[in-house]
């Protein structure tokens, strides 16, 4: 501890605590513009200069640590004309067009000016101009290299942050200009957080350039709704319309940077295409009704099928907040008296049970903090850096400042390879046979000290040829993943979705798990998901095996498929589904079409008419994110809010007033007035809520708790059936197809975001290089992508990094529906890759 | 030798007999009928065109190149202590105005003005001005919500106009109101 | 005494010089031809050297010559040449010796850097960690773009192999097995020679694996700068030898801990480590022993501008300034009066004719308010308009600018703009005080001594020639009438 006297106030602070921290804790305020406590430091601006008493020279506070006894002047002459002479010299060349600058009224050097700056400049010469009209450097952010200050914020957390580095200077002296790639060149993130930490006007919005001052913008902060990593955001509107979606330093786990999705999904909100009205299906086609008229047919279809005890299931979108799937599953099992229901039609039910309990999500939550505070992170079953953008620039941005091995297991190559210690290319669907070759090694390495090690057995079994020739990985990268493992303290395995498409042998993680924790590490898992509540989902019980808070339930319900299947069969009388596009996501849209059409009653709630909502005999207009009050649980099992901060479009009506009233519609008793209400109910029901107020949720939201159930039983995992594609190739499909989230894309919302569509509206293929090499097509080149059953014609995108054989397309595009390549209880389906000859550029359906 | 004995005024009778009094009324009554006027015939034939200094009905300016020079900065927006100014700006490549911001909406509530000046004062690029047209009485609410189209049509007077001068008018009539069309040609000073 | 002295014939030649110090750009690339020509010229000097020895007014004041006591001699680039007067000796010596040994007899020398700080040489070194298992690094700091400067150029042209042996002797000292040199970009024929020295060096065993027999290996690698002025800055030399802009680095942590690559770093300058052999051969305390106590030793002086004879003279530490101009760049040319002179390179405040007298020492030139520098003496007569003189020194600095610092950023482009318009006869009253303000608000708020030594001129030549700045305000044109 240091104490030291700042302005005369005598503080007692950690040793190594910067001047400029200690003065701020001291009460007083110390302008800085280079200065940003997430990223590398510069003291270039000279803005934060004190006086140190005993030292001839103004020190940087920025970026000088306190020393006992030092004494710290802020406010003295000497300081304060330092300060405004920084200041006048920033604003020397600076344009001063704040009229014009969209950054007016939230500029920090307008700011820093006002506070602090000199009240009159005799700067009467020229100023620099490096151009006259702003350069549109991306689909959303445009430059005015004019107004920059040299502060290389942008530059920093380009590089040190996004770990994208296309931002850089350009000249030197007063021609410092910042600089980047041109068009196809530019391998952007777009993800905008050089438009968040610019102080002045230099790179700017381009969906919000000249839309609206700050000050007339009223917003909420709330919660991100695309992937699991649960980013705090603000959204901001000007008269009821969205015009643009900031991040706070001060809020969440994300602290100020969000990725392409979460900065500019904002739009389908006000988009036209939105349900302002409910539709009920009259002879074929459907048409707007009223509120009454489509819940009498709801009742009519629902008490219909109890009377004849018809099946009835739900499946609900793990975008939902919690209150609305604890509801869901509340009216689906105590009114409708039925365990048929899912969440998310994409994964495999048993794979999800087993995820479930391997990951030990019972055990509460786990703050990525403390996950990266570690010494050996292992990703594994997650295009972490697509799918997960904030996720990939927490663990880049934690993991240089210390030691940290990162491996990453994955097929795909991804951005967060150049800061990996070991990258393991495996074959789509092999993560379990990754685990358990780990898992062998370790074992072999100390079979002496994990001889009780449960699940050691079939580790025997195990051989190296065999997991080789399976995985397509190199032994010894496998062996070096072990040797990172055996050699530190730490180790958090974080597991994705992927896991959960392609099943693979995931009880083997449970042995890996054991074995380190056998060895004396300290072991953290961390679930990586994909969409922002399918966490919450199976922790509200949205799952025909779980009920609220991972309890079992007694019946046997049907899983996503299972439903299906009973549709297929014409089983199914009543199918209400919430915000989940079937037809568009279960792999195998062939199927999913036909069963749906055979289902009796088909009930869709959403906020757009999807392939789904189209099959309907009612659709439902839900809400917004941001029309809407409630919880959400994102991947560490934090519970965060979201607030409603604009009424629903039109007719629309919060989801969980939805649910309430179809189940008010059919048992009177079901009867729910608020959010808060709803989770009151959650905490009796799921007891890790119990310690979370709902109404006193902040910017950090609040981790649930581990219960005192007892934590999940090693010998009792239940195995997964593993659907890996056959090893050996077949000459005629010699590709793997994959899919997932492309980075600027969620789901099917994203794509009714017209900003988003800019960076990226058809549907790509994703190769490896090696692969593109052999095909003779580069980027931007057409192919034809041939399954068994469907075709596409896509344009080619080359991965430096993916393993060879594998095809990746993403999910999220409507021209290329990549479900329909599969086939159900196939896996993972092979395709032929042809380049395409000629210029044709249609999107080919056979 | 005392004269009050007669109590006899010999100029009040004199006065009386030739009507003096009503002849000196009637002299000032005549002397004003052919001297200068000094009312204003209005509205029907003058009005009073007021100083530079008044602060009337706001008008946007257009530089010499014929550019707007509004840029759309809602400082005016902000400055206005009634909020009875809306601005909402656009980008616009087409080169209206003095930079690629312009207004998309710029309205003004004159129920609410009160004509402080504020808003000009505000006004980074004297694009805004408080100018000389004060008949702002209407049949119809409507007519008092202006929109940037309106405030941009030069006003009657102009800017570089110095005022204090009654001019020859018109008084006009259509469905909005009634309107005083000033003849700038034809001024006069009041004293 | 002079070391490239000339007769009148050469008068022509020199004139070439001045011109060509000027357009310094220009003149680099014409330096290969030029130094042929240096060599024919210095077979004549070696002549004419001769006869001056016996001249009894020039051996008073004489001076052995210690750096540059090779340099005459045509194949003084050579390795043969080298080790005929002794080189490589000093490292066999060195690499007897403790290590520690060596630092301390550095140390006792009371060697100070050359490169302009004139920080002591030991105490930089004996910052290095001990540790053996963490690499260390020397660099050599070659990037010598100061104007008026060209000392050390003469050192790597003239005699490398001194240089590479200082180098050799300093890793020994410290623990490096790599050193780097960062030559200067322009400098084409020196890092060919350094190339050819170190190819030379390494193929009789001084340089390579197991030096001389002893368990000491070192590999020297020439790295070629950019042209920036700012690499001549440490940190800064080290960003750039990583590959990345070359822009100071924050101190703390200093070089010698986190350095190069991250690990501990010693940069020195070509004549520091051009000293060391010698320290190691004669002894500390024959170093020491030269000129002043506080700063000893030998000292290069570059004279150029208006004088006689310009040139490179080694001359003990303290010798004053007078004698340097009178002496031995043989007075001002054609016997004008001296206006001012600028004592250490150009960001080194200028001095006028009451302060001739002044020690060339790092001490004395400090209490005057400049700085020793680089030891560049530019000399300016009567006729020099200060104020263009002055613009052209700061159009240099506002040019060299990294751009990392707002201070020297704006505020040199600033001092420029105002400076350009009082010399184009456009100024205002204000204007000699707004560049005073802008003087003040700049130095000592810059993040690396660049901007400071840019300000330190401009006040300096303010302050001592405030009048002619004025009479250029109000008169609209120069008062030397230039």
């Known amino acids: ?317 793990s975008r939902l907040s919690n209150e609305e799937l604890y509801l869901f599953q509340r009216l689906m099992r105590v009114v409708l008296k039925t365990n048929h229901i899912d969440s998310g039609s994409r ?165 890996l798990v054991g074995a380190l924790r056998l060895l004396g590490k300290e072991v953290k898992l961390f679930p990586v998901f994909d969409r922002a509540n399918q966490r919450g989902a199976w922790e509200m019980g949205v799952h025909p095996a779980m009920m609220p808070g991972y309890s079992a339930t007694a019946g046997n319900g049907l899983g996503c498929e299972g439903i299906l299947e009973a549709s297929s069969r014409g089983e199914m009388d009543v199918l209400y589904v919430i915000g989940e596009d079937i037809v568009s996501d279960f792999p195998d849209g062939r199927f999913a079409e036909e069963a749906l059409h055979r289902v009796k009653f088909l009930i869709v709630q959403d906020m757009f008419l999807t392939e789904t909502a189209k099959m309907a005999g009612v659709v439902l207009p839900g809400a917004s994110f941001v029309e809407k009050d409630g919880t959400f649980t994102n991947q560490e099992g934090r519970v965060q809010r979201l607030r409603r901060f604009l009424p629903p479009q039109g007719d629309a009506k919060a989801d969980w007033e939805i649910i309430a009233a179809v189940g008010a519609a059919v048992d009177p008793s079901f009867n729910y007035g608020s959010a808060a209400g709803i989770f009151g109910e959650i905490k009796e029901a799921a007891p890790m809520y119990r310690e979370i107020a709902f109404e006193s949720l902040d910017g950090s939201g609040a981790l649930i708790k581990e219960t005192n159930r007892k934590g999940t039983d090693l010998k009792s995992v239940p195995s997964v059936a593993s659907q890996m594609p056959a090893a050996s190739p077949d000459p005629d499909y010699p590709f793997v197809l994959i899919t997932g989230n492309h980075l600027y894309h969620s789901g099917r919302l994203s794509l009714r975001t017209d900003i988003l569509r800019d960076i990226l509206s058809e549907a790509i293929v994703e190769i490896s290089e090696e692969d593109a090499k052999d095909l003779k097509v580069g980027k931007g080149d057409k192919v034809v992508v041939k399954g068994e059953r469907y075709e596409a014609t896509l344009t080619v995108h080359v991965n430096k990094r993916s393993a060879k054989g594998v095809v990746f397309i993403p999910e999220n595009f409507t021209d290329v529906r990549v479900n329909m390549f599969f086939t159900k209880g196939e896996g993972l389906p092979r395709v032929r890759v042809l380049p395409l000859t000629g210029k044709s550029h249609g999107g080919g359906i056979k | 030798m005392n004269r009050n004995h007669y109590n006899f005024d010999l100029n009040g009778l004199l006065k009386k007999v030739f009507f003096v009094d009503l002849i000196q009324g009637l002299f000032i009554t005549f002397h004003y009928t052919f001297s200068k006027t000094i009312t204003m015939k209005y509205p029907d034939e003058e009005t009073w065109i007021p100083y530079k200094r008044f602060r009337g009905l706001h008008t946007l300016n257009k530089n010499k190149e014929g550019k707007e020079l509004c840029v759309g900065c809602e400082l005016c927006q902000k400055s206005c202590p009634t909020q009875c100014i809306t601005v909402v700006p656009m980008q616009d490549t087409t080169g209206k105005g003095i930079a690629d911001r312009v207004a998309y909406r710029w309205e003004i509530n004159l129920l609410r003005c009160m004509f402080c000046g504020l808003c000009e004062d505000a006004c980074p690029t004297e694009a805004l001005k408080l100018g000389r047209e004060y008949e702002l009485a209407g049949t119809s609410m409507q007519r008092h919500l202006l929109t940037k189209e309106e405030l941009l049509a030069p006003q009657a007077v102009p800017a570089e106009f110095e005022g204090g001068v009654i001019v020859k008018a018109r008084l006009g009539t259509d469905e909005t109101g009634i309107k005083v069309v000033p003849d700038m040609s034809v001024q006069k000073r009041w004293w | 005494m002079p070391l490239i002295t000339r007769s009148k014939k050469q008068e022509a030649r020199n004139k070439k010089q001045e011109a060509r110090s000027k357009k310094q750009e220009a003149r680099n690339k014409k330096q290969e031809a030029r130094s042929k020509k240096q060599e024919a010229r210095s077979k004549k000097q070696e002549a004419r050297s001769k006869k001056q020895e016996d001249d009894p007014v020039k051996s008073k004041i004489m001076f052995e010559p210690v750096i540059l006591k090779n340099i005459n001699a045509s194949d003084s680039y050579t390795l043969t040449a080298y080790l005929k007067t002794g080189g490589y000796q000093a490292l066999k010596k060195a690499l007897e010796m403790n290590t520690d040994t060596i630092i301390q007899m550095v140390k006792d020398s009371g060697l100070r850097g050359r490169g302009g700080a004139g920080f002591s040489t030991g105490l930089k070194w004996s910052f290095i960690p001990k540790d053996p298992t963490i690499p260390k690094y020397l660099c050599c700091n070659a990037d010598e773009g100061e104007p008026g400067t060209y000392k050390d150029r003469a050192i790597i042209e003239k005699d490398p192999h001194q240089l590479l042996e200082g180098i050799a002797i300093g890793c020994y000292a410290i623990g490096a097995s790599n050193a780097y040199i960062y030559i200067r970009g322009e400098f084409t024929l020196g890092a060919d020679r350094l190339e050819d020295a170190i190819r030379e060096a390494h193929s009789k065993g001084y340089l390579g694996n197991n030096i001389l027999g002893s368990k000491f290996s070192l590999n020297i690698y020439v790295h070629r700068g950019a042209g920036a002025y700012i690499c001549g800055e440490e940190t800064a030399l080290l960003e750039s030898l990583e590959g990345r802009r070359a822009l100071p680095r924050i101190k703390p942590p200093f070089p010698a801990l986190v350095g190069l690559f991250g690990k501990p770093t010693v940069i020195n300058n070509v004549e520091t480590l051009a000293c060391i052999p010698h320290i190691i051969n004669r002894g500390a305390g024959w170093f020491a022993a030269i000129g002043p106590a506080k700063s000893p030793g030998p000292k290069l002086f570059g004279v150029s ?117 009082v010399e184009h006869g456009e100024g205002k009253e204000r204007d000699l005080d707004l560049l005073l303000k802008l003087c003040g608000d700049i130095f000592g708020r810059t993040f690396c001594p660049l901007g400071d030594g840019a300000v330190m001129a401009l006040r300096g030549a303010i302050n001592n020639f405030r009048e002619e700045f004025e009479y250029h305000v109000k008169h609209k044109r120069c008062m030397a009438g230039c």
């Not at chain 1, 000088?64 to 406010?75: F, I, Q, S």
């Not at chain 1, 850089?168 to 952007?188: M, Q």
């Not at chain 1, 006000?270 to 707007?288: A, C, F, Q, W, Y």
């Not at chain 1, 070096?480 to 974080?494: G, L, P």
Request: aromatic share 6%; hydrophobic share 35%; net charge neutral.
């Open chain 1, 347 to 511: 994964w495999n039910t048993g794979a999800v049970k087993t995820f479930t309990e391997v990951m030990e999500l019972s055990r509460g939550g786990v703050s990525i903090y403390d996950a990266l505070n570690t010494d050996t992170l292992l990703v594994i079953g997650s295009s972490i850096s697509d799918e997960n953008p904030v996720t990939d620039y927490m663990i880049r941005r934690l993991s240089q400042n210390k030691k940290m091995n990162i491996i990453i297991a994955s097929p795909r190559g991804m951005k967060l390879d150049s800061s990996a210690a070991l990258t393991l290319r495996h074959r789509p669907a092999a993560e379990g046979e990754i685990i358990s070759g780990i898992s062998r090694v370790l074992y072999d390495k100390n079979a002496d000290k994990l001889n009780d090690l449960s699940g050691k057995e079939p580790l025997k079994s195990i051989s190296k040829e065999n997991i080789s020739s399976l995985t397509g990985t190199d032994w010894g990268r496998i062996e070096s993943a072990a040797n990172f493992m055996s050699s530190s303290n730490s180790v958090t395995i974080a597991v994705g979705n992927d896991v959960l498409r392609g099943p693979s042998r995931l009880e083997f993680l449970n042995v």
């Open chain 3, 305 to 421: 501008g208006h004088v006689n004879k310009p040139g490179l003279y080694e001359l003990p530490m303290g010798t004053p300034l007078r004698e340097i101009i009178y002496t031995h760049a043989g007075g001002i040319k054609g016997d004008r009066r001296l206006k001012a002179v600028i004592p250490g390179g150009v960001s080194a405040p200028m001095l006028t004719e009451k302060d001739l007298d002044t020690p060339m020492d790092f001490d004395s030139l400090a209490a005057k308010g400049t700085m020793l520098g680089s030891g560049a003496v530019v000399v300016m007569d009567e006729k020099t308009c200060i104020v263009k003189a002055a613009l052209i020194v700061h159009e240099f600095f506002h040019h060299e600018s990294c751009g990392k610092c707002t201070p020297c950023r704006e505020g040199l482009d600033w001092i420029v703009k105002v400076m350009r318009r």
């Open chain 1, 1 to 317: 501890m240091a104490t030291v006297k700042i302005n005369g106030k005598e503080i007692t602070v950690e040793d190594g605590t910067l001047i400029l921290d200690a003065a701020t804790s001291a009460g007083f305020e110390i302008p800085t513009m280079c200065f940003h406590a997430r990223l590398s430091k510069l003291a270039s601006c000279r803005v934060c200069l004190v006086e140190i008493v005993g030292q001839k020279k103004l020190q940087p506070s920025c970026v000088t640590p306190v020393m006992h006894g030092m004494e710290v002047l802020t406010e003295s002459p000497v300081v304060k004309s330092a300060r405004s002479a920084m200041i006048d010299l920033l604003l020397a060349n600076h344009p001063l067009d704040c009229p014009v600058c969209d950054k007016g009224g939230e500029c920090e050097l307008q700011d820093i000016t006002f506070k602090f700056g000199p009240r009159k400049s005799p700067f009467g010469e020229e100023k620099r101009r490096f151009h006259e009209e702003d350069y549109i450097l991306s689909p959303v952010i445009i430059q005015n290299a004019n107004r920059c200050i040299q502060c290389k914020r942008c530059v920093r957390i380009c590089a040190e942050t996004v770990g994208a580095e296309v931002l850089g200077s350009i000249d030197r002296g007063a021609g410092t200009g910042e600089t980047s790639f041109v068009k196809e060149y530019l391998d952007c993130d777009h993800c905008g957080n050089c438009i968040e930490v610019c102080p002045v006007g230099s790179l700017m919005s381009r969906s919000f350039r000249y839309k609206s001052r700050p000050w007339d913008l009223k917003g909420v902060d709330t919660v991100c709704t695309y992937c699991g990593t649960g980013c705090q955001l603000t959204v901001q509107a000007r008269n009821g319309e969205v015009l643009r979606v900031i991040s706070k330093p001060d809020k969440g786990i994300n602290h100020e940077t969000l990725c392409a999705r979460g900065r500019y999904g904002y739009s389908f909100i006000n988009s036209h295409e939105r349900l302002v009205t409910p539709m009920i299906r009259k002879g074929g086609t459907l048409e707007p009704a009223t509120w009454d008229e489509a819940l009498k047919a709801i009742k009519e279809g629902i008490t219909g099928a109890i009377r004849n005890g018809g099946k009835i299931g739900g499946i609900a979108s």
